[in-house]
């Protein structure tokens, strides 16, 4: 079963636009991944925010975590054509334990 | 390119066929996941390895299903009786016992059952 639901379920926006995706989650976590999957492809990982943390940069990509809401979002600033993707976020209850993934936000970024 | 890779990368089969996939983990990686993604959805687990122990299986692994890792480095999973709903994605990631808590993934094998 899915655990995350992302918002928007799809998002299109020019390149250099700033691209904004939620997720929200049901459980407690041990901490939260959003993962980038390219059309058919396997998933790459973007970024990992533990529970005690509330924000989280790399690069271009800015993650948010919420634990009284059970939410979190990614931001992504500058946004390439290259970004086009699916975006998924996953929770994690322990360190070890398997990942559930949300439904995923199709990203496009057109040039 | 993660350092997991899975093969084939395609599988065309008809039903009623066995079929089996075979994912490489990054080495020094002593958890392996294996998860199953239907068109439009995101990944959902299947089972995951400790070394060569089996610890956790989803209700998603039907008795068709097995999956093994017989010297804690590559896994397979083999589908018995193929059935057209079994056609998805299957994906294969893999961990570090420690350092950090990040499952890196390998390319996925997409299984279409005729």
């Known amino acids: 079963s899915q655990q995350g639901e992302e918002d928007p379920q799809a998002l299109s926006i020019q390149e250099g636009e700033n691209a904004t995706m939620n997720c929200s989650y049901k459980?407690?976590?041990?901490?939260l991944q959003w993962y980038r999957q390219n059309s058919g492809r396997g998933l790459v990982h973007l970024i990992l925010?533990?529970?005690?943390?509330r924000e989280k940069h790399s690069g271009r990509l800015r993650v948010t975590l919420d634990t009284s809401k059970k939410s979190s979002s990614l931001l992504i600033t500058a946004s390439r054509a290259a970004d086009t993707a699916s975006y998924f976020c996953a929770t994690a209850g322990s360190g070890n334990t398997p990942l559930v993934f949300g439904k995923g936000t199709r990203l496009s970024v057109i040039a | 390119d993660t350092g997991v890779s899975q093969n084939p990368r395609h599988k065309i089969t008809k039903r009623g066929q066995n079929v089996t996939f075979r994912c490489d983990p990054i080495s020094e990686h002593n958890r392996l996941y294996w998860y199953r993604q239907t068109l439009g959805q995101g990944p959902e687990f299947l089972t995951y390895f400790q070394n060569e122990a089996q610890l956790e299986k989803s209700r998603l692994l039907s008795d068709r299903f097995s999956a093994e890792r017989p010297k804690g480095s590559f896994s397979t999973l083999e589908i018995q009786r193929t059935e057209q709903g079994d056609s998805a994605m299957y994906l294969c990631?893999?961990?570090?016992?420690?350092?950090?808590?990040?499952?890196?993934f390998g390319p996925g094998t997409r299984l279409t059952v005729l």
């Open positions: 459980t407690s976590i041990n901490n």
């Open positions: 925010i533990r529970s005690n943390e």
């Open positions: 990631a893999s961990k570090s016992g420690s350092s950090t808590d990040t499952q890196y």
